[in-house]
């Protein structure tokens, strides 16, 4: 296990490097690359070498100073425009990144430590906290990106069960005569909130696109597109369900999906038929927001290009080394070594190679989900869950906008984008994880 | 509670992410290809070369129309670092106004990209591009300026090919080239924004032959547009081709000649060979020298002016200029007659003054005669035969038969149609027929008594300079002719088909001996019209013609062949505004056939007296002119 996710960080790392496959040099990114990622090892073999009760024993001090470091960095010069970055020497490394670890920690620590009662809204609001401070924090830099990944820790909060259901109880629970003990809406918020707002994402995003299905005579627009592949979905779904699903499941899980599709359909089509009936400044607002309208800092344009050297990348790609839109030389695509890596990747090796990528990452999150279901002790699985979900919010939002599929935040490729920050976070991210597990049996808890 | 059963939302919902994005990639990469065309609009550029245009040589091989360097002051925005507009308006020499007015030009002129998948406008415009910022300086202008531009970053120059006239003769002829329209790029996908095409004359007609076949590289380019590799190693280039040369039938030598002879007069002269139709000279005066129209800044600096002249320099009127002949019809009318039968070669008229005005001349007793003193009253006999030959009882349905018989000789001269030469804008000429004056005065409502005027060659007749050249090459030959052409070689090709097809008219070549013997004693012996235009030991066949004009005073026309054995040369002159045909076309003819024959002029008296000619006023209006146009 322990090789199997080192494996997968380093094919991630080597995957990186033939971006720029010249020599070690390290005045160049690819070398600072390489010197990072041996950074990176070596920080995993100290935290390997830690015992893991540490991390749980000093969560919260590793919270304050990073905190401390936050607000540290707000007094630092702007670098592109937000005081994201402190300078250590002629690098510099991004607080925020570390955070996420800090935060993972201390999440984990105050979710295990709780009493079994965890459904009260001090429990709630004491987590939230926790994740509040560095967010605002962070959006004080500003740096969106990280404020939205952020959001990640609620789907572990939803894991363990701590909800906003309780909230959400009291206030309907205020209406008199109303007395429930929980709302299914309620503990299932997040994620219902969630696929909310990504298909309404989606639907924005595609709201002036027209999209030939295959299959379809004609061509869809927005919304419809949106439908047409919930309905794709549902429809797989549920021939899975009836292969393999007892009969129970089968009928709540028919009932769970025709009821997804019900609402998920409708919201889409909601959205995009509420849309439409806005005001002309309100569009372009939603649409600056998503990054949809030509602004000042050339957001389509970045997008343009992007998805056009993601889409001319074919089946099976240029070929290594080949890329034309987004290689670094030519600089169609902006950022083409950091948040936009995964256009190089797409446009150099083709359908086959994302279909891949996708595959391990997919490989990769699943694995941590079953690392963290085989934890004994809270703290553990907490911070496994946290691990995933922050990687899936980093998968997901980068590659999706490189897809036109979400807004163009600058979030990093875990384990592929250029930058120590990140490459070192998310390897002490992982090699913890590790540590925690190999180590998962010595504690009882 | 238990809460394990919500790691499968967690994973499904990862998986749903993860499967909407597999999705969505198959599609973007592999089945919806806007995106690799949107990539190849972006990174792979077709880099166009364009060739210099094929050169022109004339007849003897010398190179008349070539090339030349010319630069181009280029600007890439996004270089441009503080610009001190005051110094830099100075160095060009523009002022501040003038320099931000060509910004704002620049950037609107490139127009708007429609992405399709959006359905959203962007400019073109970008502004780590390069554009021309001040096109076509000479070697002069980018001297001055090219070693102060490194004090402004973002200004560089850059080198382009335009025309050059080594000679400055032939310029309405040749023809100009300008910049293509936006119909012409949408026409033809060869043109760019940009690229020239031939606007008039021999570049015009010859645009297919003389524009060559451009080359094309495939580079991957940067977004500062800067090529950066050759794409697929170059396995798509192809490499520009300059077209081949063009080799006119033109003698410069002669053409510059006429030129002179010319100057300060207005009209034309025409010489063709013709053995072969080739044109040798083509005058039009006046004239320009067609270096002023190179290039755009030389066009809108120098067009305005010539396109206002009130002399109308840029009136090719060889080709377009529509004029009675007046008399050389006389050779066409005799020609007719005797192949109709309505005449033959020893008819004789008197000179009856009281149907139209003579001058005092012996009676023409045959058609030398006739041909000799031009005589007026004979040739209205003559026309009167052709067009009331009694066929019909009703004397207006006879003269429709007849005039439509005479109509179809003419055609076969090649009166009354274009000629079809190969440079563009030619007029046809005016030879009526029934339809026409049916439309006049209605149909049977005239006979010949209506149109009369018309035998001598006023009235409603009016020929091309072009034509009548013809007509004397048709003569010269006895019967036929080739279509008059400049084009004599291409590359190694010969000229276009069309131009080695003998056209022969509808009269036999036994009726042309009279004529021609005619037109020999019009120079060669007393009592001719043109002796003028005789040269020493060599005998020239010629008719004048002098065609009253109501606006002013009459024009002179000669048309004449050299020699009478085996013709080398065949010649038209008209001289607007100067009165007998004898006194300036004829001998200005001469002085022409002289120098094409024996490159030389032994009576230097002739030629004096020609180039030191200011006959017309080329200064004031001129109202024939206009009403030539008009026509």
């Not at chain 1, 105050?110 to 967010?135: D, F």
């Not at chain 1, 070594?337 to 190679?353: K, M, N, Q, S, V």
């Not at chain 2, 005239?446 to 149109?451: D, H, L, V």
Request: proline share 5%; net charge positive.
């Amino acid at each position: 296990m322990l090789m199997l996710i080192f494996g997968i960080a380093t094919v991630y790392s080597v995957a990186f490097n033939p971006e720029h496959p010249n020599i070690f040099d390290f005045e160049e990114k690819y070398g600072k690359q390489i010197l990072w990622l041996c950074v990176s090892l070596f920080l995993g073999l100290l935290v390997f070498l830690i015992d893991s009760d540490i991390y749980r024993k000093f969560a919260f001090p590793i919270y304050l100073f990073v905190l401390s470091l936050l607000v540290l960095v707000l007094f630092m010069p702007p670098i592109n425009g937000a005081r994201a970055w402190i300078g250590v020497g002629s690098m510099g490394i991004q607080p925020a990144e570390f955070g996420k670890i800090a935060v993972s920690l201390l999440l984990a620590k105050y979710i295990s430590e709780l009493s079994v009662k965890q459904q009260t809204i001090g429990n709630v609001v004491g987590a939230a906290m926790i994740l509040l401070v560095p967010m605002v924090l962070i959006l004080l830099q500003p740096d969106a990106g990280s404020f939205v990944v952020f959001t990640s820790f609620l789907f572990v909060m939803y894991r363990e069960g701590l909800t906003f259901d309780p909230i959400i109880l009291a206030i309907i629970n205020s209406f008199p005569g109303v007395k429930m003990k929980y709302t299914w809406v309620g503990s299932h918020f997040i994620p219902i909130l969630f696929v909310a707002v990504f298909l309404s994402v989606i639907t924005l995003l595609l709201s002036s696109v027209e999209i030939d299905f295959f299959f379809l005579p004609f061509k869809v627009s927005g919304a419809m597109g949106v439908i047409v592949t919930l309905i794709l979905f549902a429809i797989v779904a549920l021939l899975i369900i009836r292969q393999f699903g007892t009969k129970r499941d089968r009928s709540r899980g028919t009932l769970i999906i025709v009821l997804g599709l019900i609402l998920g359909g409708g919201l889409s089509f909601g959205v995009g038929a509420g849309f439409n009936s806005l005001a002309p400044h309100q569009k372009v607002r939603i649409e600056l927001f998503l990054g949809l309208k030509e602004d000042p800092n050339g957001e389509d344009y970045n997008r343009n290009r992007a998805m056009a050297a993601v889409g001319s990348g074919g089946l099976t790609g240029k070929g290594y080394n080949k890329a034309s839109v987004s290689s670094v030389e030519s600089n169609h695509v902006p950022e083409s070594e950091t948040d936009f890596i995964f256009c190089p990747f797409a446009e150099e090796w083709g359908f086959l190679g994302t279909i891949v990528l996708i595959f391990m990452y997919m490989f990769m999150l699943i694995r941590i989900i079953v690392i963290a279901e085989r934890q004994r002790a809270a703290f553990n699985r907490i911070y496994a869950y946290c691990v995933a979900m922050i990687l899936f919010y980093h998968f997901a939002i980068n590659i999706g906008m490189n897809i036109g599929f979400a807004p163009v935040i600058g979030i990093p490729l875990p384990f592929f984008s250029y930058g120590g920050s990140s490459m070192m976070s998310f390897s002490m991210m992982m090699f913890i994880l590790l540590k925690l597990d190999s180590q998962r049996k010595d504690v009882l808890r | 509670m238990n809460f394990d059963a919500r790691k499968y939302v967690i994973m499904a919902f990862m998986l749903l992410v993860g499967g909407i994005y597999s999705i969505r990639l198959f599609y973007m990469q592999v089945v919806d290809d806007t995106w690799t065309l949107r990539a190849q609009e972006i990174a792979e550029k077709r880099k166009e070369i364009t060739p210099p245009r094929g050169v022109i040589f004339d007849r003897n091989g010398k190179k008349i129309v070539s090339n030349r360097t010319y630069y181009n002051l280029m600007m890439v925005e996004a270089d441009i670092k503080n610009l001190d507009t005051v110094a830099f308006a100075k160095l060009i020499g523009w002022t501040r106004e003038e320099v931000r007015n060509r910004f704002y030009e620049i950037r609107k002129g490139e127009g708007t990209y429609k992405n399709p998948h959006t359905g959203k406008t962007t400019s073109n415009y970008q502004k780590i591009r390069k554009y021309p910022f001040i096109k076509e300086l000479t070697l002069e202008e980018i001297s001055r300026i090219a070693p102060h531009l490194e004090n402004f970053p973002g200004f560089y120059e850059e080198v382009t090919s335009m025309r050059n006239y080594p000679f400055s003769n032939g310029a309405n002829i040749l023809g100009y080239l300008s910049e293509v329209t936006r119909e012409e790029i949408e026409q033809d996908r060869f043109y760019k924004p940009g690229n020239n095409i031939g606007r008039s004359g021999i570049e015009r007609y010859y645009e297919k032959e003389l524009r060559g076949v451009k080359g094309i590289k495939y580079v991957v380019t940067s977004a500062l547009n800067n090529a950066i590799e050759s794409y697929a190693d170059g396995k798509y280039d192809t490499t520009a081709r300059q077209a081949d040369p063009l080799r006119l039938g033109m003698d410069m030598l002669i053409q510059a000649y006429g030129e002179r002879l010319m100057q300060n007069k207005k009209g034309c002269i025409v010489a063709i060979e013709p053995a072969t139709g080739e044109i040798l000279a083509m005058v039009s005066a006046p004239s320009f020298d067609p270096n002023l129209l190179v290039g755009k800044r030389n066009i809108s600096l120098n067009y305005p002016k010539l396109a206002t002249d009130k002399n109308m320099p840029l009136f090719p009127r060889p080709l377009q200029a529509e004029y009675p002949p007046g008399s050389i019809f006389k050779l066409v009318q005799s020609l007719i007659g005797m192949q109709e039968g309505v005449i033959d070669e020893n008819s004789g008229f008197p000179c009856d003054k009281s149907v139209v005005g003579c001058h005092n001349h012996p009676m023409a007793s045959n058609i030398q005669a006739a041909v000799q003193y031009s005589c007026n009253p004979y040739y209205y006999a003559v026309m009167r035969r052709i067009i009331q030959q009694n066929v019909k009882k009703n004397m207006f349905a006879d003269a429709e038969f007849g005039l439509n018989k005479w109509y179809d000789y003419m055609l076969s001269f090649g009166l009354g149609k274009s000629l079809e030469a190969d440079v563009s804008g030619q007029r046809p000429g005016v030879i009526p027929n029934s339809a026409y004056y049916d439309k006049w005065y209605g149909h049977h409502r005239w006979a010949f008594s209506t149109i009369r005027s018309i035998s001598i060659g006023q009235g409603e007749v009016k020929l091309t300079p072009l034509q009548m050249a013809n007509i004397a090459a048709i003569i010269a030959n006895k019967g036929w002719f080739y279509t008059p052409h400049f084009v004599k070689s291409i590359g190694r090709n010969g000229p276009h088909p069309q131009y080695k097809v003998k056209h022969y008219t509808k009269v036999e070549s036994k009726y042309f001996p009279p004529v021609i013997e005619g037109m020999r004693r019009v120079v060669n012996e007393a009592g001719g019209t043109a002796r003028m235009a005789r040269i020493d030991s060599m005998i020239v066949c010629g008719k004048t013609g002098t065609v009253q004009n109501p606006h002013g005073k009459d024009h002179s026309v000669f048309i004449a062949f050299a020699p009478i054995h085996k013709p080398k040369i065949a010649i038209a002159v008209f001289v607007e505004n100067s009165g007998f045909g004898g006194t300036w076309a004829a001998p200005i003819a001469s002085l022409m056939i002289e120098k094409y024959l024996r490159r030389k002029i032994k009576d230097k008296e002739k030629e004096k007296r020609i180039l030191e000619a200011k006959l017309s006023n080329i200064e004031s209006s001129d109202d024939e002119e206009n009403q030539n146009q008009a026509d």
